[in-house]
């Protein structure tokens, strides 16, 4: 199968600005020896059912042989990876730099010797946080609150909002006797009714806290108790191609913005803070434009209220920039930005105005693991040097552009191409014909993942390149003319 | 200093059946250059506040300096440790097994390609599960669900136990479209009013759901919206020593029982399942007995309600057996056993019946770590080959006893010396002179933690010997001497 990615590697050249290097030792190209899932993963799932639910696998992936872009299963089958562990994946499989870096006494003692970061922090601790997190920090939050998975970073950020605005509230002064007693019982004022604001098919991971917030399918909400007093408003819906639609869009986000302000204005608890992502990733790759978020932190801004910026899939480089708020031009930066997934180190940026009145009360045991700062910052280190937010802004921008064309090849099965950098998304007729569409690409040896009801997400690594691209969009056109 | 431990050594020796090894080239005993905290550690200090909130720090400290039950700060102070990373640390620091096992190629590729374990597991995961989770599975529990952190596992047990309970009250049929639109506005019937249940000064997490369930101090739950419907039932108050207390304790345990019981019928929420620790460990280590819990089993299982024993903090080995519940010898298992902190990877062993009834309900991106799992099979067959549950029962008993001897000798200032294993704590006059007391052993250089409103907890690692009660045991005595 190899052989007939051959002819394309000859097509003529998209421009390239900056060079990246390729991936070391990275396959040719994927090479299909069974169905996915093949006998072994079906061998191994049955296994695994006596242990642990094996009803969402895709297949089991045999790690030492995935190398850069492409993922060995359990059969040997080598697929292109578009999907990268939930877009978590930023540099590749077995990149020589991480193994190294991980394979070092340093990084063996930090990993062995996991410490309670918020008493007992590592000498190395300020340099490190240095060297990683502050490296990238957005412009005008230089405080970081680690964590150890992107709901916990979203709910510890609730936390803050929710401290400061009482903190706020209180002018400053200590907590009364009434507070301090009634919230052992979890009633007011103690456990104050304030609320998070999010949006329509928004997701926040799938805590109590974030579950509340999320708002993308009712499988992952059904039978948990939530907020019931957390509002949500609506995310615009915005007609593609942009550039044709400018008006209707804006028009579309203008309504948002009203039945938004509305609530500010009127819901009945107060709303300490809202949450929302650049572009929706798990609700459906939903995207606005920056006048939208613009508004958005014009209108908490007047009324006091936190902005938290969801940039958990969105964040380290899949938009060309390290964050994907940077491309709104914000009159003045969010209270917050969370982070994890691709940055694999999680967390969120803050302003010291949101660092908590006392100690201890935005704590727990671990408060983030050091050996993912070591991680992050030897990926902050290769991202610069191969200069691989450049690559994705180009290969993003191929890539799109050929979407594009074959959207206008398919335009029954194909639709509203969209997104930024490499983090870009296209709609499908129906679940049904997604989900076979999906299944071939597979098949011919392309991983790719899906969200909301009918889009088809792109997220590979940084390192994706042009002929990776023009392998998956080989693959994705056969696939949908066999499915056509 | 070391010198002064030299007599120690020579005094009559305290029969232990096992032989325990020693912890390969650890120190002699403390060594103290500064007040802690030390220059150095001020000096961090102030550099990481431009970062990171510092309020909470005892000191920096230097991990690869740091041997066995000896943890090494900034300032090059060596101190024997009994808190451990706030009960983390099972096995010492710098263990030769842990870091031979975290410098091999296949622990660099775990940790560099971290999967979605949901999605694309390791083709090893069934084999690592086997021998690390279900090495030490509590009876009865052979179900494992993987998380990342202490909080995540008990919110994703609750989550199980909402499912199991509602497909239980739909007797198996499907959501009906009512549950699945309301749910997304977080409404009724759809997002259901359920409680969980928790005790009077637990600790649970302090993420919003297990937050809710949190009841030990206010500093933690202060201006946090909380699940105002979830109840709080009274934990017992025991009076020591047990054995001259038995039936004070008998009606205490009944009197909370009574209460619980009532509360479980008379709730106007039904309670979808309780969580309880085997000892209060961040509430001030309360204990029940196993009369206690076993009337906890035998009146959740009338009820049809789940039992989620948390075991974050008492779990893998600290008890001398893997769990503290093992000493209870219930009727039937608990529905649910969490755990995390000692055992580093987190999550919680479950019946098959608490599996939710399709797949993604109980989901994440990474759902626990690989390599967490990889340290857990490398730690147990540390435990299993030094035999070190044999070293808690013993080395637990004899500190027990000298602790019981010092509280004779000093009334006023150390009462209700108690707990299991080397899990083992006492009370104090008052907080104030625990600080004193608490630092004054620390300037000695013996690291102690503290728990509830006047309690003094050990949480030394499975390795901590005679030996080192011994240095503890002079140095707690001296401290409380000069504090008087």
């Known amino acids: 199968m190899l052989s007939r990615f051959g002819p394309l590697r000859s097509l003529p050249s998209f421009r390239f600005l900056a060079l990246t290097p390729p991936f070391p030792g990275e396959y040719d190209g994927p090479k299909m020896l069974t169905k996915v899932p093949g006998p072994k993963t079906l061998e191994l799932s049955k296994r695994i059912d006596g242990l642990q639910d094996p009803r969402a696998l895709h297949f089991f992936a045999n790690y030492s042989k995935s190398i850069g872009n492409y993922i060995v299963d359990a059969d040997d089958n ?4 578009t999907f990268c562990q939930i877009s978590s994946l930023a540099i590749g499989y077995n990149h020589p730099d991480l193994l190294k870096a991980a394979m070092s006494p340093e990084f063996a003692q930090a990993v062995m010797n996991r410490p309670a970061l918020g008493l007992m922090p590592p000498t190395d601790w300020p340099d490190l946080m240095q060297d990683s997190f502050l490296q990238i920090a957005p412009r005008g939050l230089s405080h970081v609150f680690t964590a150890m998975c992107g709901s916990c970073a979203n709910e510890s950020a609730f936390k803050a909002a929710f401290m400061a605005y009482r903190h706020r509230e209180r002018g400053g002064k200590p907590f009364s006797e009434e ?17 998070i604001l999010s949006f329509e098919k928004a997701f926040h991971g799938r ?3 974030t579950l509340s917030v999320t708002r993308s399918k009712p499988i992952h909400k059904v039978d948990i108790p939530s907020f019931d007093y957390w509002p949500m408003s609506p995310f615009p819906h915005l007609m593609y191609p942009l550039e044709d ?9 203008e309504r948002c913005l009203a039945v938004f302000e509305d609530i500010v204005q009127h819901h009945p608890v107060p709303i300490a803070g809202i949450i929302v992502e650049p572009i929706q990733g798990e609700g459906g790759d939903n995207e606005a434009t920056p006048f939208f978020f613009k508004r958005l932190r014009e209108i908490t801004k007047k009324h006091g209220i936190a902005m938290i910026v969801d940039e958990v899939q969105t964040g380290f480089g899949a938009s060309g920039t390290w964050w994907a708020h940077e491309l709104w031009d914000l009159p003045s930066p969010p209270d917050m930005v969370t982070f994890s997934k691709k940055a694999q180190a999680s967390g969120f940026y803050h302003t010291l105005e949101t660092r908590p009145s006392e100690a201890y009360r935005n704590f727990n045991t671990w408060m983030g693991d050091p050996i993912r700062a ?4 030897t990926m902050i280190n290769i991202v610069k040097r191969d200069d691989l937010l450049n690559n994705v802004k180009e290969t993003g921008a191929y890539l799109k552009k050929k979407l594009e064309e074959i959207q206008k090849r398919h335009p029954d099965h194909i639709s509203r191409v969209r997104g930024v950098g490499n983090f870009l998304a296209f709609d499908t007729p129906n679940v049904e014909w997604r989900t076979k569409m999906l299944a071939m690409c597979r098949d011919m040896g392309v991983n790719v993942g899906y969200c909301g009801s009918v889009s088809v997400r792109l997220r590979p690594t940084l390192y994706f390149m042009r002929k990776h691209a023009d392998i998956f969009l080989t693959i994705l056109e056969d696939a949908i003319k066999k499915c056509k």
């Open 78 to 81: 080598v697929m292109l990876d």
């Open 179 to 195: 507070e301090l007693s009634s919230c052992m019982h979890n009633k007011e004022p103690g456990s104050p009714k304030l609320a």
């Open 207 to 209: 805590l109590f806290g």
């Open 245 to 253: 639609h400018i008006d209707e869009n804006r028009k579309e986000e």
């Open 374 to 377: 070591f991680q992050l910052r």
